[in-house]
Structures are given as structure tokens and as C-alpha cells.
């Protein structure tokens, strides 16, 4: 396992760097500039642009820029934002803890709901409950996160009132009341993106779950006498479980993301919604940094999904 877990880790360091090589690449090739707007105010010299251009270093060689940005990457300096001139890690850590509590309670959301449709779907194939979640399932996976987001908007705030459809980062409530009303601007969103994520692992688990029951070790199971609660859970699910795993393993990185279009439509004040500020007015420092870190997760958690296969299925061997 150790020697496996090495191996990994040693090929996860040219990957990372060449992700960075075209990353950093397509962002200092894109067109725009980060000072454009100080070209067009009258009351700015053109030696301050000229200045913050020299300072930032814009107008050198793409090779030096991008080692500098390596150097200090490995540093733990992630650069400076061309437009607030703060810190990056500042600005990404000050969006964290929302992104983190909206994100992370949908895809909670999303395997409460998925784990148990999906097992008595795949338990009971083309009952009525089966048909019922199949159905829900495709309709929830078709419909945009867009479409439902206004549509909760459109019901829950505008026609009854009871829920706000602007996320608000500056609660002056103290207590248990400060907790609720995170809860009431964090409910539409998490509800939004945990539906929509759960019609996805449904159909995942149904899926898995169905190859599973019919093998010849579940029908030896039943035949020794076990419970169809044991035979489910402790012999089936447990190898279901696998493809769950890499899908699961692959969406959460995006946490750490947002969901860009349901930040949007909601106003939450999320890494996703910076990620998209930071684009518009080509501030590389952030964009580069927030890409970055997403493609690092996605090679972490894949490698921890390889490491649960283990766990799941004996089987699996690591040499």
C-alpha cells in the first residue's frame, strides 16, 4: 500500500505541472488586459499603468513569468489580485466557509436521497416505487439548476414569502437566530444543487446496485440463510459501491469550485461567483490559483477513491 501510495504521489507531480504549464499558458495568451480600464481614464498618467504593469511583471517573457509563478506557488504565495490587490489566498478563504456549507450540505443532501432510492430501486426493479423514483430521477437530471433555482425563487419568495433569494453574507442576528438564518438564505440553493446532484447518484446506484444483486455470491448469501437486510447491506452495497466512488470522488473537488451558475442565481458569495468576477476583468492571479487548486483535488480524490476500492473489495490488491 505504502510503495502504491509513493508511486501515485510521484506520477501526481509532472501531472500538476504540466495542468499548470497550460494553464498558465491559455490565461497570459487570452486577450485583455487587467489595466485596460486605467487606459481610458483621462485623469490617470499612462506611466501608472506602465508602472503596475512593470510591477506585476506582465511584460515579461512567458517563461520567466511563469516560473516566478512556480516559485512562489511553492512558497505558499499565491499572488496578488490585479484587481482588489489583496492576497489571493485572502479572498479565496474569505469565500471558503459559505462555499463549503452550501456545497457540502447538497451533496450530503444529494447521498441521503440518492443511497436509499437508488437500494429499494434496484431491490424492487420496475415496482411502483421504482418507476416513481425513475421518473423524478430523469426529470431532475433534465431540468437545468438554472430553471429550478428561478422556479423556487418564483414560489418560495416571491408567491409565499417564506425564504430570501439573496444570499447574504452579513447576518447581524446572534445565536441560534444566526444559525436559522443561514439556514433559511442557505435552504433554496442547497435544496436546488442537492436535488439535482441526487437525480444523478440515483440512477448510479440503481444501476450498480442491479449488477450486483443477481451475482451467484448474493443468491449463496440468501441460500445460507442471511437476512435480505444483511444480504443488502453488508455483501451487495458494499461492492456497489465502487462505480459510486469514482463519480462521487470526481464531483467533490468541485466544492471547492462552487456552483457557478446556481452562485449566480442566487447571489451567493462563493468561490464560484469570484471565479467568474475574476474572469471577466482577466484577473489571472486568482483564476489561475482557484484552477489550479481544483485540478490538485481532482488527482487527491481520485487517488483516495483508488485507496476505497481497497477497502470495498477485498479483492483489490495494491502491489
Known sequence: MSRYLLRRLLSAVPVLVGISVVLFSILALAP??????????????????????????????????????????????????FVSRLPVQQLILQRLPTTLFVLGSAYGLALLIALPVGILSAIKPYS??????????????????????LLFILVFSIYLG??????SSTIEARGFAWVIEHLRQGAMPITVLGLFEAASLTRFVRSAMLEVI????????????????????????RNALIPVVTVVALQIPTIFTGAVITEQIF?????????????????????????FVYAALVILFNLLADLIYGLLDPRITYG
Open 267 to 291: 447571489r451567493v458569495p462563493g468561490i464560484g461567483s469570484l471565479l467568474i468576477a475574476a474572469i471577466e476583468s482577466t484577473d489571472t492571479p486568482v483564476v489561475m490559483a482557484i484552477t
Open 32 to 81: 485583455g488586459d487587467p489595466f485596460g480600464e486605467l487606459a481610458l481614464n483621462p485623469n490617470i498618467p499612462p506611466e501608472v499603468r506602465f508602472n503596475l504593469r512593470q510591477q506585476f511583471g506582465l511584460d515579461d517573457p512567458l517563461a520567466v513569468r511563469y516560473v516566478r509563478w512556480l516559485a512562489a506557488m511553492l512558497h505558499g504565495d499565491w499572488g496578488y489580485s
Open 128 to 149: 411502483f416505487f421504482d418507476q416513481v423514483a425513475t421518473t423524478f430521477a430523469f426529470v431532475g437530471y433534465s431540468l437545468p439548476t438554472f430553471f429550478t433555482g
Open 214 to 237: 443477481h451475482q451467484d455470491y448474493i443468491t449463496t448469501a440468501r441460500a445460507k440463510g442471511l437476512t435480505e437486510y444483511v444480504t443488502t447491506l453488508k455483501h451487495a452495497l
Open 162 to 167: 417564506w425564504l430570501p433569494f439573496i444570499y
